[in-house]
């Protein structure tokens, strides 16, 4: 019904950026409320940043704020993760999130994409 692709992911130095793109398909974007998880190699899957259906309000983790923008684009139906100053904690797979209720972001979605590789290097 929904689905949600990402790209965007790859190697950089630490201090680079990189953007996250991640495409809304089966729904228009402002359906729901959106946002980005990641996952590091033997972690648990973690909350990253969210953003409203209004695109009016987001939140972010407390490692990555100041750092990391979420964003959208109603007319491309896509949902961004704009990240700089990345250091090698920030590597993990992330992966876009769809849900109905904004709160609910914070610890889990309904939609889930398959996720993008972020790898720091120092």
């Known amino acids: 019904q929904v689905r949600l692709v990402e790209s965007g992911g790859g190697s950089v130095q630490a201090g680079g950026s990189l953007r996250l793109s991640c495409v809304v398909s089966?729904?228009?974007?402002?359906?729901?409320?959106t946002g980005w998880f990641r996952q590091a190699p033997g972690k648990e899957r973690e909350f990253v940043a969210r953003i409203s259906r209004s695109g009016n309000m987001t939140t972010y983790a407390d490692s990555v704020k100041g750092r990391f923008t979420v964003s959208k684009d109603n007319a491309k139906n896509t949902v961004y993760l704009q990240m700089n100053s990345l250091k090698p904690e920030d590597t993990a797979v992330y992966y876009c999130?769809?849900?109905?209720?904004?709160?609910?972001?914070?610890?889990?979605?309904?939609?889930g994409g398959q996720g993008t590789r972020v790898t720091v290097s120092s």
């Open positions: 999130a769809a849900d109905r209720t904004f709160i609910n972001l914070e610890t889990k979605y309904e939609y």
């Open positions: 089966g729904r228009r974007v402002n359906d729901y409320h």
